[in-house]
T-cell receptor, first 115, second 112 residues
């Protein structure tokens, strides 16, 4: 069965510093992987996705993630944090259950950016 | 382009009252639809998903139910709300084949 683990429920960085949010997955088949962002009282917005093409995936707002099969990881990075990046971030993997595709989400990482 | 709507945006209901939350999708046909709940400070819990009209699968036994009366309409209901039903309810639809999900703006439900 597929699963997702996000290391660190809270991450705090200074404005301009590197952002690194960790995600490890477990999957018995080649996975599709996603990162979503959620601002307070809003729905989730897709940041980027890996669908078995390039292993380095670029998304919106300057974020990128690298799929590393040997490490079963899909960490999210951004070279320079901005105050507007403060939000909650969710990593997700596809799974097949009962004949239908579903997404399995990690518990989320709340990113704080301080001046 | 596709859009997904949810209403109401916020709702305050007394314990024991009924519930009906609505989700509609525009700009696509035969979507897979999902209901999630986020309790305060927690991740997403999948409640129901649907692959077509009248086809509902439940992930977690509880006092909630879901219905899909039309292709692009997904309704979450309860006959009697519990305090534990409070949370942020999100509807989503899937774009195949890579299972990318698009989320609605959510409904904040407070049960008092």
């Amino acid at each position: 069965a597929q699963s997702v683990t996000q290391l660190g429920s809270h991450v705090s960085v200074s404005e301009g510093a590197l952002v690194l949010l960790r995600c490890n997955y477990s999957s018995s088949v080649p996975p599709y992987l996603f990162w979503y962002v959620q601002y307070p009282n809003q729905g989730l917005q897709l940041l980027l996705k890996y669908t078995s093409a390039a292993t380095l995936v670029k998304g919106i707002n300057g974020f990128e993630a690298e799929f590393k099969k040997s490490e079963t990881s899909f960490h999210l990075t951004k070279p320079s944090a901005h105050m507007s990046d403060a939000a909650e971030y969710f990593c997700a993997v596809t799974t097949l259950s009962g004949g239908y595709n579903k997404l399995i989400f990690g518990a989320g990482t709340r990113l704080a950016v301080h001046p | 382009s596709q859009t997904i709507h949810q209403w109401p945006a916020t709702l305050v209901q007394p314990v024991g009252s009924p519930l009906s939350l609505e989700c509609t999708v525009e700009g696509t046909s035969n979507p897979n639809l999902y209901w999630y709940r986020q309790a305060a400070g927690r991740g997403l819990q999948l409640l129901f998903y649907s692959v077509g009209i009248g086809q509902i699968s439940s992930e977690v036994p509880q006092n909630l139910s879901a219905s899909r009366p039309q292709d692009r309409q997904f309704i979450l209901s309860s006959k009697k709300l519990l305090l534990s039903d409070s949370g942020f309810y999100l509807c989503a639809w899937t774009r195949l084949p890579n299972n990318e999900q698009f989320f609605g703006p959510g409904t904040r439900l407070t049960v008092l």
